[in-house]
Nanobody, 117 residues
Framework: QVQLVESGGGLVQPGGSLRLSCAAS????????MAWYRQAPAKERELVAL???????NDLNSVKGRFTISRDNAKNTVYMQMNSLRPEDADVYYC???????????WGQGTQVTVSS
C-alpha cells in the first residue's frame, strides 16, 4: 500500500505561483511513474503533468511553459512548480502513482488550488 500526501495548494492571484508537493510512502518510489491530475466540479479528471521513473516528462498543452514537474527520489517526493497561474487553473489537484510490475495505482486525497484576485 502506498500513501500519497499532497501539500502546497492554496489561494493565489492570477499570474502568481505555487509549488505542489506529493510525498509517497514505501520503498519503490524510484520505480513509480508519478503524475498530477486536476479536476473541476462536474468535470472529468485530466492529466496535467507526468514524470516517469527515468524522469521523462509530459505536460498538458495548456500548461506547457508554465508548469514543471520534477521528482526527488531521495525524498520520495514529486513536485509541480506552477507559474503564471490563470483562473482556469483553479481545480483540485491530485497526485497519482503507478508501478507496472505488478500494476498498482494510487491517488492522493487532493489539494485545492484557487486562482482569484
Amino acid at each position: 500500500q502506498v500513501q500519497l500526501v499532497e501539500s502546497g495548494g492554496g489561494l493565489v492571484q492570477p499570474g502568481g505561483s505555487l509549488r505542489l508537493s506529493c510525498a509517497a510512502s514505501g520503498s519503490d518510489f524510484s520505480r513509480m511513474t508519478m503524475a498530477w491530475y486536476r479536476q473541476a466540479p462536474a468535470k472529468e479528471r485530466e492529466l496535467v503533468a507526468l514524470i516517469t521513473s527515468v524522469s521523462s516528462t509530459n505536460d498538458l498543452n495548456s500548461v506547457k511553459g508554465r508548469f514543471t514537474i520534477s521528482r526527488d527520489n531521495a525524498k520520495n517526493t514529486v513536485y509541480m512548480q506552477m507559474n503564471s497561474l490563470r483562473p482556469e487553473d483553479a481545480d483540485v489537484y491530485y497526485c497519482f502513482s503507478k508501478t507496472n510490475s505488478p500494476l498498482l495505482i494510487y491517488w492522493g486525497q487532493g489539494t485545492q488550488v484557487t486562482v482569484s484576485s
